[in-house]
Structure formats: structure tokens, C-alpha cells
């Protein structure tokens, strides 16, 4: 009963996730038939036609279960979410990235988990059982294991998977959660969970596979490396 009463606003940021985003809205449907949602799509200024592919989905689906709410360029995804949670009308907010990584097959995990354990954050995990990553070199792999075990030392946050952003959250935990982080870009995530453990949320985990994105280009290199360790030693004094 209590899977009815809750509505999902699944915020998407995007940019240039032409040859993915309908994809993923589809599968999105396919996995929550009986989940009351909706897909809050943020396209920053995608020059490649993002937008026009999501305005023929919300003509098959319907603008009110996807919603364009589309920003003028680049601004950043920790103030895409805030963005994003303006426009959000459920009581449980859902990230997840745009290009296949975060399979929408997870979701019905996500929603069991919270509904059994009353948890405030439901986060997916590479890091246990059950978890991994496909589709990564061995250098891409020790970075992340290392970025995340570095941040687990140095932080203690209670969770396996620090870097990851395929989570789902009671929403007013996570309008109260993001009004504390000052980060933006991939830091933004990391300072997410930290703040929440700090506050003292429940935090649920549930095993992924984290899948190397298919079409486009990755957005990570040197310079969000840089960032990730800034945004540790700023968390370490913060926290």
C-alpha cells in the first residue's frame, strides 16, 4: 500500500545525451509500471538536439510525466539538481545520470529498500557484493577504488560507494542536505552522502553495476580529478 501513496520525481541532468536520453526514458517506464513518477530532464544548453528528442518523448508520454526544464548553457550538476528539485513534485527525489550507466532496471531495488527500511538516502554501491563496474580500463578502476577508498579513510561516511550519484532520497532530506554543500560538479555527490551521514540520515545501499557509457563522450578528466581532491580536503576541515 504504502508503494501507492509515494510519488517519484527522477531528476536527469543532461548535456549532449541525445543518443541516450530516450532510451533511458523508455527503459524508465518499462522498469516502474506500477510507480507513480515523473522525469525531470535539465538540459544545459545541449547544442546536439537533446531538447528536441525530449519534447517528442513528452509527446508519446505526456508533459506531465516528463518535464523539459532546460537551463541557457554548462552550469554545473550539483545546482542541476537544485534546478531540478524546484520543479519536483514527489515525495521521494531520484538522481541518476543520462547515459546508460545508472540502468533504470535498479530502481525497483531502490524503492524495496526504502520501503523496507524506512531509510532517508537509498544509494547504489559498486563496492559490495552484488556491485562492480563494466566497461572500464584497469587505470579507470583503480582511480575510482583509490578516489574512494582515499575518501573513506580520510571521512568515515558510513557508506561503500562515496563518488557514486545513482541515489534516491526523501525529499525533504535532500532539500535539506543540498542547501548545506557548497561543492559543484562530480565533488557534489561526495558532499552529499558526507553532509547526510553527518546529520545523521539512515542510509540504505543496494548493489549496482555501473556501466560505461555506450554513446558520447565521458565528461571526467584531469581537471575534475583536481577538483575531487580539493573538494576531499575541504570536506576533511568541514566535517
Known amino acids: 500500500m504504502e ?4 510519488k517519484y520525481s527522477i531528476i536527469v541532468p543532461t548535456y549532449n ?3 541516450n536520453i530516450a532510451l533511458l526514458v523508455y527503459l524508465i517506464f518499462k522498469h ?10 535539465v538540459d544545459d544548453g ?6 528536441e528528442v525530449v519534447k517528442q518523448l513528452q509527446k508519446l508520454y505526456g508533459e506531465d510525466r516528463i518535464l523539459l526544464r532546460a537551463r541557457p548553457r554548462k552550469l554545473g550538476l550539483g545546482t542541476a539538481y537544485i534546478h531540478g528539485l524546484k520543479h519536483a513534485s514527489g515525495n521521494f527525489v531520484v538522481i541518476m545520470d543520462a547515459d546508460l550507466s545508472h540502468h533504470p532496471k535498479y530502481l525497483p531495488s531502490f524503492i524495496r529498500k526504502q520501503i523496507e527500511t524506512g531509510a532517508n538516502i537509498v544509494t547504489g ?3 559490495v557484493r552484488g556491485g562492480g563496474v563494466h566497461g572500464w580500463n584497469l587505470m ?3 582511480t575510482s577504488r583509490g578516489a574512494n577508498v582515499l575518501a ?3 571521512l568515515w561516511p558510513g557508506v561503500s560507494d562515496l563518488t557514486g550519484s545513482f541515489r534516491l532520497y526523501q525529499r525533504s532530506v535532500l532539500e535539506d542536505v543540498i542547501n548545506s554543500c557548497v561543492s559543484k560538479g562530480y565533488v557534489f555527490q561526495m558532499e552529499m552522502i558526507v553532509r547526510a551521514s553527518r546529520k545523521g540520515c539512515h542510509i ?3 548493489p549496482i553495476t555501473f556501466v560505461d557509457r555506450v554513446y558520447g563522450s565521458s565528461k571526467l578528466g584531469g581537471s575534475e580529478i583536481v577538483e575531487y581532491l580539493k573538494g576531499l580536503a575541504y570536506l576533511l576541515v568541514t566535517t
Do not use: C, H, M
Not at 3 to 6: D, G, I
Not at 32 to 41: H, M, N, P, T, Y
Open 3 to 6: 508503494k501507492e501513496k509515494n
Open 204 to 206: 540504505a545501499e543496494v
Open 125 to 127: 554501491t559498486r563496492y
Open 46 to 51: 545541449s547544442p546536439d538536439g537533446t531538447q
Open 140 to 142: 579507470r578502476k583503480l
Open 152 to 154: 573513506q579513510t580520510l
Open 32 to 41: 516502474l509500471k506500477d510507480v507513480d513518477f515523473e522525469i525531470i530532464v
Open 17 to 19: 545525451e541525445r543518443l
